[in-house]
């Protein structure tokens, strides 16, 4: 080896997690299936600073294709080291996602740690998993990302070369990890298996309320908005994925009553498939919730794209079809005239609001309890005039307007949850329709009008 190419090799040592308080140049390779690199690197350097580290320079290339070996071409991999060469740099970070084999070449050619858009993220979870569930989510992520790509973590260890049985130590510790990872992994989907299943139960538990749930792109505000609706003083700042966890708390919808809201871990474009999977159970509320709200920052110029990418995410749970309003936040932010009427144009359904200033938040709650009311029924329940059991559960979970006494039965007539509707025994009640004055079946569903979808238009 030339003595000039020792300090090209980036050693294990040199690959600590992170970039905390490290200066990085960042990389985005536009290709014909993705928007403008310019564009993607201003969120790339909102991660990157988020995970601790200073941004100090930028490079972007157009191509058709990625270059297999380094991603980038030649010409673009040279202009590259001089940038890292004269800022200084500790650490090169791709927008695009790598293959071990780029990074290992990267490396070699620019000396420095070379990190991409998903290890950023999961940098950025490990530091803000707080709940035992969230820790568990990141960590199975952390470990699915790391293992197809633990060879070039033992590039720094000698290897003999001596056949078959006499490997050097580096494949024989690459082995011992690789088994390592894989039954850590089978461990962690476990326990994450029996706490999904837990919070599904708890989930369920509280099916006597109405569940809303925030979702929507990671800084967009949703954090900002429970607190204003509820009054709680949860964590808001101004960073990407601030928190992880979920929060519920009690929302007094005004014309309607109680209902949980849900806060909810923020998305974000490419969002790594290991960590949609890790965090199910996390996203259980968003699951099990009756509506949900997807919170989109109005003020950014690629919020479009955002709201796009969180429908994508929302589709890859399986929760695309959910009722679903959209809120158009931080319109007190927007600084071009006609960027409003431009989303609006697109999503007439959606609301305006300002989560900061309060403004468009009382259109907000009579949208909220119109979507709602859709869950009800208009019936009529006929039952024992002794089932106090059956009267009393009636008035818990819905609107009693009138009661008609005969002989021992009673006839109530009432608004109610289908859900609830379907908890009760056929052989103790009696269903009916108030509109049509037909029995009410289980399998029933009832036409949903006008509620918002999750493509901002009516459903007729």
């Not at 310019?38 to 350097?45: C, G, H, I, T, Y």
């Not at 080291?81 to 927008?95: K, S």
């Not at 005039?385 to 009393?392: D, E, S």
Request: hydrophobic share 40%.
């Amino acid at each position: 080896m030339h003595p000039q190419e020792s300090r090209f090799i980036v050693k294990a040592i040199d690959r600590k997690p992170g970039v905390q308080s490290e200066s990085a140049v960042l990389v985005g390779v536009e290709l014909p299936d993705r928007q403008t690199a310019r564009d993607n690197l201003d969120e790339l350097a909102g991660l990157v600073e988020t995970a601790g580290a200073e941004v100090v320079g930028r490079i972007t290339q157009r191509r058709q294709v990625p270059d297999q070996t380094t991603y980038l071409g030649k010409g673009k991999v040279e202009q590259l080291e001089l940038m890292v060469r004269a800022t200084d740099a500790d650490a090169v970070v791709f927008d695009n996602n790598l293959s071990a084999a780029q990074v290992r070449n990267l490396e070699r050619e620019l000396g420095v740690k070379v990190l991409d858009r998903t290890e950023v993220i999961l940098d950025i979870f490990s530091t803000r998993a707080q709940t035992y569930e969230a820790r568990l989510a990141v960590e199975l992520a952390q470990l699915e990302y790391s293992l197809p790509r633990l060879k070039r973590m033992w590039t720094h260890l000698s290897r003999i070369k001596a056949g078959v049985g006499m490997r050097g130590p580096g494949e024989k510790q690459l082995e011992t990890d690789r088994r390592l990872v894989e039954r850590r992994i089978v461990e962690l989907r476990n326990e994450l298996g029996q706490v999904q299943r837990r919070k599904e139960r708890e989930v369920a538990a509280r099916s006597e309320r109405m569940t809303v749930s925030l979702v929507g792109y990671t800084n967009a505000g949703k954090s900002t908005l429970l607190n204003k609706l509820t009054g709680a003083t949860e964590l808001a700042e101004n960073k990407l994925f601030a928190t992880l966890d979920t929060r519920t708390r009690r929302w007094q919808l005004p014309g309607w009553g109680p209902v949980l809201l849900s806060d909810t871990v923020g998305f974000i474009r490419d969002l790594p498939h290991a960590l949609i999977a890790s965090f199910k159970a996390t996203l259980e509320e968003a699951r099990q919730a009756d509506l949900l709200l997807h919170v989109a920052d109005a003020s950014n110029p690629a919020a479009l794209d955002q709201i796009a990418a969180v429908y994508e995410v929302l589709e890859e749970l399986g929760i695309n079809q959910k009722d679903t309003i959209l809120v158009l936040n931080q319109i007190d932010a927007i600084d071009q005239p006609g960027t409003l009427e431009h989303l609006q144009d697109r999503y007439p359904s959606a609301i305006a609001i300002s989560a900061k200033t309060g403004e468009g938040l009382s259109r907000l709650a009579a949208a909220v309890s119109e979507a709602l009311t859709h869950h009800f029924l208009d019936v009529d329940i006929e039952a024992d005039v002794a089932n106090g059991r059956l009267l009393a559960g009636l008035a818990q979970h819905g609107e009693i307007l009138s009661r008609t006494y005969a002989l021992d039965r009673v006839s109530v007539h009432c608004r109610m949850p289908v859900r609830y509707l379907g908890q009760l025994d056929p052989r103790d009640v009696q269903i009916k329709l108030r509109h049509n004055g037909q029995p009410w079946l289980r399998n029933h569903e009832e036409p949903l009008n006008g509620y918002a979808t999750t493509n901002g238009e009516k459903q007729k």
